[in-house]
């Protein structure tokens, strides 16, 4: 993969090629490996100070009272701060903070467990067995990402009752219908974890089977712990998305009390637009703090998991 | 004889690794599709049985003026949207890919929206554009400027949503990264021994070395346009003026607030059809800009 | 090092979730042996909520433990949508707290269970309820559901706004120490107490229409209306509805569009502290009752001008009124009409596929008991559904100008939203076309004629899905 050659159509020159012919008719600048550091830091610093301008707002507002909420002009440090507002939010009776956090764990753990397992396994069977109609049915699965998920929420919610009518197990109104979905794959996982397992190159396998091990085998002794990084990344963005799914929940739980969290904030926003700014911003900080932890801590190893998978068609 | 004993083999071997998934493909995608279809074709009211009707909703679709409003809305944010969201998340990866200090922290920042919870970014964002109280308004006042009404204005509101949107770039910005991380450095050795300016050694070797990823997130994006649905949904439920009314938008309100499920099912058939298209015409495109490393 | 910080904040993180997963609390569920749980889905959250949860709780310690029936109140937003859904999944709740407009919109679509025998059973009778209160009720001929709480519309003014500007609106002929009686007069009235600042901005406003909730149904003050339900004809080209938009329109063209859109961005939402009618930067609002359970609970100086609210019964009944710095009277009739107004109600239903309707009705039933309805209206700052009401609802209520509401809903030009099977569509559609005429970009009357050609469109749809619907069942 460290080899530029042979671009795909005649159209099209090779990068180097180009740039070699455009450098002698252009005498450059030398001796700069990088550009200036200064430069790509200040710019960075004003690209960031946007992004975070926002969530500055929302802790500055969660600290706030009713009054100082609403008042002309804004302040941005408040006095007094209110840093009971986290406890109201903990305790409120319309939220109840302990229970949807639960929910939401017990979701997000069985969707995790369910997409690392499956995802893997079918991607195995993608980049590593070559079999008839492999090419086809890899394409499908690669289509299935283009459907709009509007075609498929009232079908698979009719779906689910006629399960729940038709076998002894009940979907409709309990949390199956969030996570049982996990246990077949996503299109994109599986992508990712195909990718990463192409580059594991076939040697290592083939010295396996002539050891006698069963393609199980070699998938859950060699393949599974090479590809740590990789799934660890496919769990993260799971997980992630799972804790900030709205229109999941919004669909399938119908009682308060089995509500998640990213459901739960809407209870902040009345009817008729009166909404409890102050609480409402300490409750989403309080949800998105976990989340923002630990994607720092996993920031490196989640774009070199991405990398080593090779996002390359 | 053998081989084909062989293939066999192989070939349950690999039903059998991908069959988690292909379960899933027929029960939760293919069944919910064909029925999806079959109602398309249907007066569907969900607490009545189907009735078929031909091609009765695709007729009807057709002449409602407000599908064309919403369609001409949609591909107006997806022109606005996406070419910006496209730049942007380029620019700041290849910002990010460099050596510097702190990057982590960059990094977190930037991903840090996509991270938010929607009904907590849809109502921080209403905020913002408050023209009254947000905070373009007072920053702008600070300057001296009268800022617009934001999403409040016909004319802004549009616009003031694909601003919002690039927000939302952490995604895109992460898989550029993990695209960047695997442009070799010899090529920019040997484009430093030429003496390539760092404009022109991105534009040549770096952008033409990630083609794919950059393909793969249009691509994404395009998919990613046509289903904008809840934040702006919870913003400005389409107003003013039906200037923010989105196809996703019309196809929501048809489903649930009219009941109409045969109607909405069409809907999404039709925009199923867009999306195909619009990704057949990329893929098209993709050939001649498109890099793939030798393999 | 790093890495040990690392697997510190990481275990931070992870051993509170397992915890929280291990030991964290469950829903509770716990139904006494013997009895009948019933689900019941309500819009209200909030007071509202609480004041409803207290209603059902006396039946569960009453009606509910004779009849061995618990009733969960489960408060939750966008109620209908989540009824429909629920109802067309096969797991509906057992009983629907929705509004009118659901009773004709899910009439239409056979997702409410029909109430007739029940209620000939339980001795409920049309003659018992004011009249548009029982139509709203009633879709094709069938009752889909009953009253929990209804509501007319009133005009509401800030008497000390008034008071504040007495010599301004003497100057212009008007009388500080009333109501506006025509539209006329309300337009004067808010004129002179629209304020701007130096930079031209609006600072407070008389009246807006594009604020009111019930802009929709302007057409019931100005004598006409949506739909006859008699002939099925759409009358929103009637030039009463013309006249009625073209008011609305004069309001954008004479404070400007842009102004009035900044304006009411400076708003805060209707149940708190910065509802615009607290903040007095809007001195008439078109409201209903329950406004006086807000006023008092989030700005309670305005219901406290003479002495707390706990000594205002120990006043003559006819002082009561100026310990309040806020009035409410009819709101104006264009057509001349006394005591014209738009009224909705909440209803309760039983959805189609409910799994105890028996034991549903013995709750409707029991909120329609007069004391009952009377409590709840009360607590609520509503009035009552029923025709009769006991002195004692009037007299302790503490909307202190009920009687105003009262008679609104009682009387003979009380209209309610028609039963309509394509209602939600035309709300939706008005909505847009409202937004439309106040921004400026729809003329009034071209803009009526598109939607009434659009509706009948609609309207004609449904019907010829019904008659197909018909032939097949044949």
Known sequence: MTTLEAPTTSRSQAPSRLIASRAKRKTARKGRRQSNPFLIHLTLLCVCVLFIAPFVWMVSTSLKTVDQVMRDPPVLIPKPMMPENYWKVITHPKMDFPLFTRNTLIIATLCVIGTVLSSSIVAYGFAKIRFRGRGVLFALMLSTMMIPGAVLMVPQFALFRWLGDHTPIQFLGTFKPLWIGAFFGSAFNIFLLRQFFMTIPDELSEAARIDGCSELGIFARIMLPLARPALAVVALFTFMAVWNDFLGPLVYLQRPDQYTLALGLQTFQSQHGGTEWQLLMAASVLVLAPIVILFFLAQRTFIQGIATTGMKG | ?????????????????????????????????????????????????????GLENYRV??????????????????????????????????????????????????????????????????????????????????????????????????????????????????????????????????????????????????????????????????????????????????????????????????????????????????????????????????????????? | ?????????????????????????????????????????????????????????????????????????????????????????????????????????????DALEPLDDLAREYGIKKEDYKPVVWDLCVYNGKLYSLPSTPASVALLYNKRIFWRNADKLRAAGLDPCRAPQTIDELDRYSDVLTFRD??????????????????????????????????????????????????????????????????????????????????????????????????????????????????????????????????????????????????????????????????????????????????????????????????????NHMNPYIDVWERLLASPNAHGSPPLPTMAQLNADLKVFIEGVYLLKVDPKKGLEDLQKREEEQYARYNDRQKARLAEAK
């Open chain 3, 198 to 395: 130096a930079a031209g901005h609006i600072t407070q406003s008389g009246f807006l229409p594009m604020e009111s909730w019930y802009v929709n149904y302007l057409c019931y003050w100005w004598g006409a209306g949506v739909w006859d339900r008699n002939t099925g004809k759409f009358l929103l080209t009637d030039p009463r509805n013309v006249a009625a938009y073209e008011w609305v329109k004069s309001y954008a063209t004479r404070l400007g569009k842009d102004s009035v859109a900044e304006f009411r961005q400076g708003f805060g939402g209707f149940n708190s502290a910065q509802n615009p009618f607290l903040t007095e930067k809007y001195a008439m609002s078109q409201q209903g009752p329950w406004m006086a359970n807000y006023i008092y609970n989030l700005k309670p100086e305005m219901s406290e001008v003479l002495v707390p609210k706990q000594l205002e019964y120990f006043l003559p009944h006819v002082a009561r009124e100026f310990n309040y710095a806020w009035a409410a009277a009819a709101f104006p009739s264009a057509a001349g009409e006394k005591d014209a107004a738009f009224c909705s109600i909440d209803t309760l239903a039983i959805p189609r596929g409910a799994k105890h309707p028996r034991e549903s009705f013995e709750f409707i039933a029991y909120i329609q008991r007069p004391e009952v309805m009377e409590k709840l209206c009360s607590l609520h700052c509503k009035t009552s559904a029923l025709k009769k009401t006991s002195d004692a609802f009037i007299r």
């Open chain 2, 1 to 53: 004889m053998a081989s084909s004993k062989r293939e066999r083999r192989e070939f349950v071997k690999g039903m059998a690794f991908v069959s988690p998934w292909f379960i899933g493909f027929l029960v939760f995608t293919l069944t919910p599709m064909g029925l999806s279809l079959y109602w398309s074709f249907c007066d569907y009211p969900l607490t009545q049985p189907p009735l078929f009707r």
């Open chain 2, 61 to 295: 679709i057709l002449h409602e003026t407000d599908f064309w409003i919403s369609l001409k809305n949609t591909i107006y944010y997806a022109c606005m949207a996406l070419p910006a969201g496209m730049c942007v998340s380029l620019g700041l990866a290849l910002l990010l890919n460099t050596k510097i200090r702190g990057l982590g922290i960059y990094r977190t920042i930037i991903f840090l929206p996509s991270l938010v919870p929607i009904v907590a970014s849809a109502l921080l964002w209403m905020w913002i554009f408050n023209a009254k109280y947000g905070l373009f308004n007072e920053v702008l006042a600070k300057l001296g400027i009268n800022g617009p009404n934001w999403i409040a204005d016909v004319n802004t509101a549009m616009p003031s949503l694909a601003l919002m949107s690039l927000w939302g770039v952490g995604h895109t910005v992460i898989i550029y990264l993990a695209g960047l991380q695997d442009v070799p450095t010899e090529l920019y050795e040997a484009a430093e021994i030429d003496g390539a300016e760092s404009f022109r050694r991105m534009w040549h070797v770096t952008i033409p070395m990630i083609s794919p990823v950059i393909f793969f997130n249009l691509i994404m994006a395009i998919i990613g346009t046509f289903q904008v649905f809840a934040v702006p949904y919870m913003m400005t439920q389409g107003g003013p003026f039906h200037a923010t009314y989105f196809y996703t938008m019309y196809l929501y309100e048809n489903a649930f607030q009219n009941c109409y499920f045969g109607f909405a099912s069409a809907l999404a058939w039709i925009q199923l059809l867009i999306v195909v298209v619009l990704t057949a015409f990329a893929f098209w495109t993709s050939t001649r800009w498109v890099h793939y490393q030798g393999k």
């Open chain 3, 1 to 109: 090092m790093k890495k040990i910080i690392r697997t510190i904040i990481l275990a931070c993180l992870i051993i509170p979730a397992i915890a929280l997963l291990a030991f964290g609390p469950r829903a509770k569920h716990e139904v006494p042996p013997g009895f009948v749980e019933l689900q019941y889905w309500e819009k209200w959250s909030g007071p509202e909520g609480i004041q409803m949860a207290e209603i059902v709780d006396d039946f569960n310690k009453t009606v509910g433990k004779e009849k061995h029936i618990v009733v969960d109140y489960m408060s939750m937003t966008e109620v209908n949508r989540k009824v429909l859904i629920a109802t067309a999944a096969g797991v509906p709740p057992d009983i629907a707290g929705c509004w009118d407009g659901q009773t004709s919109q899910f009439g239409a679509l």
